[in-house]
């Protein structure tokens, strides 16, 4: 069975600060992807890795691919109260011709004016 | 470009009555997905289609939980009867098929058993 562990689960800090999330799996992944959901609505595709090592970059949130495609981390710098949200990380498996996600329990994050 | 389009957005109903929600995913989106949210935690996938044909339904409680996309567009989930762990955010997403599992995602539907 495929998991994804996220870490930390709760957080909580000043306006400025820096956090690093994490995602992480014994498994191998054909891509990763984050999201980010705000109360009372779905989820919003935030970034997809797909290539070991990768780095992508959105404006204050940096994500990184793992070497080996089994973890992942997102990174934001000077954290906003508009950063404050659930952060979900899915991977994707190819289970027979079927994509599917497997998804992390996310990461709750609250920034404090 | 219209997103994915959920009703109801709340649903409030006493344990063993029936409920459904209904989704209309984005135009051209061949695959459809519920989920089942418990508060603060990720989702949990009951159902997925392609076009009108079920790819993967091993997590929907099959005695109680029914879902179908008779036409490979719209979508219904019913719950029948409706027990007090049913209390969650039900979800509907829809992609195209060969992306590289991007998923796009309705509001949900906030469901409360009482």
């Known amino acids: 069975t495929q998991l994804l562990e996220q870490s930390p689960q709760f957080l909580s800090i000043q306006e400025g600060e820096n956090l690093t999330v994490y995602c992480n799996s014994s498994?191998?992944?054909?891509?990763l992807q984050w999201y980010r959901q705000e109360p009372g609505e779905g989820p919003v595709l935030l970034v997809t890795v797909v290539t070991g090592g990768e780095v992508k970059k959105l404006k204050r949130l940096t994500f990184q691919f793992g070497d080996a495609r089994k973890d992942s981390s997102l990174h934001i710098t000077a954290a906003q109260p508009g950063d404050t949200g659930l952060y979900l990380c899915?991977?994707?498996?190819?289970?027979?011709?079927?994509?599917?996600?497997?998804w992390g329990l996310g990461t709750s994050l609250g920034v404090n004016p | 470009e219209a997103g994915v389009a959920q009703s109801p957005r709340y649903k409030i109903i006493e344990k063993r009555q029936s409920v459904a929600f209904w989704c209309n995913p984005i135009s051209g989106h061949a695959t459809l997905y519920w989920y089942q949210q418990i508060l603060g935690q990720g989702p949990k996938l009951l159902i997925q289609?392609?076009?009108?044909?079920?790819?993967?339904d091993s997590q929907l409680p099959k005695d109680r939980f029914s879902a179908e996309r008779l036409k490979g567009v719209d979508s219904t989930l019913k719950i029948q009867p409706a027990k007090l762990e049913d209390s969650a955010v039900y979800l509907c997403?829809?992609?195209?098929?060969?992306?590289?599992?991007?998923?796009?995602f309705g509001p949900g539907t906030r469901l409360t058993v009482t």
């Open positions: 899915a991977g994707g498996s190819l289970a027979g011709n079927n994509r599917k996600l497997i």
């Open positions: 498994s191998v992944f054909s891509s």
């Open positions: 997403a829809s992609s195209l098929i060969g992306q590289s599992h991007e998923q796009y």
């Open positions: 289609f392609q076009n009108n044909g079920v790819v993967d």
